[in-house]
């Protein structure tokens, strides 16, 4: 099918549906402006589900002198959980003293400056630990008699992505998953972007086109806009591995290595143990990284040197890496490089404009996107002006924080039949939305067949109808990690009753229509 325009003019283009470019998309979906977003593959595809799942200060970027980065990130914790609450939650850091490594001095120095740099005021300050007698000294071996205990959140890294795709588009924006942008080229006042999905080929015309590609960003420079940038991007890979539980307290762990390098030991998904993160250059070309013998050695090792039982490569269940698409500031070490981003603008007189996004982390994506509709507000005149994202819930997070077990009895109330851990497991995925997706079920029989773990057909259904889900991997790894504990044949027929779902109602295609 040739290309063609389709019609009104939208506003706001985005291209890339990580963390970044659904932030984007909402925010100016919430300001009243037309907004069209193109994802390649499923939202989170990428990076924004490969992270070390924290929202965070960052404690270490103190000792690059990034105190901007560090209060902005440490002011965006508490807004965040605010309007996250079902998938954003506390979790203290026990920091352990290695002598010859920082000055314990310096630590309390940077803990100090972590509680008061960025206006704390729910989550709980830091505190010193004797780890012979707390419980948190117990896993770690000895000769670690002295930790420090300090705040951060943890958060579901790629739900946050589709809540806000999912918010974005009941505020009207249109999201298209898996749909191609083959060109961009401006046209007199606005952009026409060629995209194709689902094999229909189609063309969108927007006043302003946002790269938010992440690490493609040069590529949709070079190879989609045909444009060239002074910017440059530096791709860092970090990946992380998953071990059976090492520890029973709900506490996660920080440490330092000799190499300067920090790695975290996380408590995760209830039966396993998160750690990571790797830092290493990763080349010019994005793909899909893979974490190498190396790093899983090397996680295990600097993890070893602090807990009594050693941790080896064989007690490995699942890796994960992914590609940071830093801002390149020209740091030696790819641990060094800034973690800031950069929203860089390319206009001309008359000509439509382009902002990239180069950079940036997960924790700052909602200011980060309140920094670009700034940069945009003049080519948006329709748009408000007023920033509203740190306010409204993102979906199902509609109640206050530190209450998730209410909503649990709440949905055990309705539904007197569900079990404990399945009500508690989908109130932190889907919150006040564990209600609609149960709606209609008198007993546990009618929520359909059961996939493994507690996946029921009815939950399925819901992510395929409500947040774009369309594979096992979309429902197992980014709607949820319920890939730890599905076998093989499990992962298969999920995947077979997906496909004849689609098969029977096909996902929408291309919009043949104007903006919503």
């Not at 080229?185 to 006043?207: F, L, N, P």
Request: aromatic share 8%.
């Amino acid at each position: 099918m040739d290309a063609r325009t389709l019609d009104p003019l939208y506003d706001l283009a985005v291209i890339g549906g990580g963390i970044n470019g659904c932030g984007i998309a909402r925010d100016a979906a919430g300001r009243g402006a037309s907004v069209v977003l193109f994802e390649q593959g499923d939202f989170a595809g990428a990076t924004s589900s490969a992270s070390t799942k924290l929202i965070h200060g960052g404690l270490r970027y103190l000792e690059h002198y990034e105190f901007r980065l560090v209060r902005e990130a440490l002011m965006e914790r508490e807004v965040l959980w605010r309007i996250a609450p079902h998938i954003i939650w506390p979790l203290r850091f026990v920091l352990p003293h290695h002598k010859g490594l920082r000055p314990a001095w310096l630590l309390r120095l940077g803990l100090f400056l972590y509680d008061h740099l960025g206006g704390r005021k729910l989550l709980p300050a830091t505190r010193t630990l004797d780890l012979t007698r707390d419980e948190t000294g117990k896993p770690l071996r000895d000769g670690y008699s002295r930790g420090f205990e300090y705040s951060d959140c943890w958060v579901e890294d790629s739900r946050l992505v589709v809540l806000n795709a999912l918010d974005a588009a009941e505020r009207g924006a249109d999201i298209r998953p898996r749909c191609r942008v083959l060109g961009a080229s401006r046209v007199g006042d606005h952009w026409q972007i060629d995209v194709e999905q689902d094999g229909e080929r189609a063309s969108v015309r927007a006043r302003v086109l946002v790269n938010a590609a992440g690490p493609w960003v040069h590529e949709v420079l070079a190879q989609v806009v045909r444009v060239n940038s002074p910017a440059n991007v530096r791709l860092v890979q970090g990946s992380h591995i998953v071990v059976p539980k090492l520890y029973d307290h709900d506490r996660a762990y920080i440490f330092q290595n000799a190499d300067g390098r920090i790695i975290f030991a996380i408590p995760y998904e209830h039966d396993f143990t998160l750690i990571g993160t790797t830092d290493r250059d990763f080349g010019q070309t994005p793909g899909r990284p893979v974490a190498s013998a190396e790093e899983i050695a090397y996680l295990c090792t600097a993890a070893s040197e602090y807990f009594r039982s050693p941790v080896t490569p064989e007690q490995v269940v699942w890796t994960y890496s992914g590609v940071r698409p830093l801002y390149d500031d020209g740091a030696s070490k790819a641990q060094e490089a800034t973690r800031d981003y950069v929203l860089e603008m390319e206009e001309g007189e008359g000509r439509p404009p382009l902002l990239s996004v180069f950079g940036g982390k997960i924790t700052t994506y909602r200011r980060l996107a309140e920094h670009a509709l700034e940069k945009l507000g003049a080519f948006l005149p329709s748009a408000s002006k007023v920033s509203w994202t740190g306010k409204e819930p993102l979906p199902g997070g509609d109640f206050p924080v530190g209450e998730p077990v209410r909503i649990v009895a709440q949905l055990k109330r309705a539904h007197l039949w569900l079990d404990e851990a399945l009500a508690r497991r989908l109130v932190m995925a889907y919150g006040t939305r564990a209600l609609r997706l149960l709606d209609g079920a008198r007993s546990a029989a009618d929520l359909g067949r059961v996939f493994g773990a507690d996946l029921t057909e009815a939950e399925v259904l819901y992510l395929m109808r409500e947040e774009w889900a369309r594979t096992a991997e979309d429902v197992l790894w980014r709607r949820s990690k319920l890939g730890l504990r599905f076998s093989a044949e499990q992962i298969e027929a999920l995947d077979m009753f997906m496909r004849e779902k689609v098969q029977l109602r096909p996902m929408p295609a291309v919009v043949q229509g104007g903006a919503a």
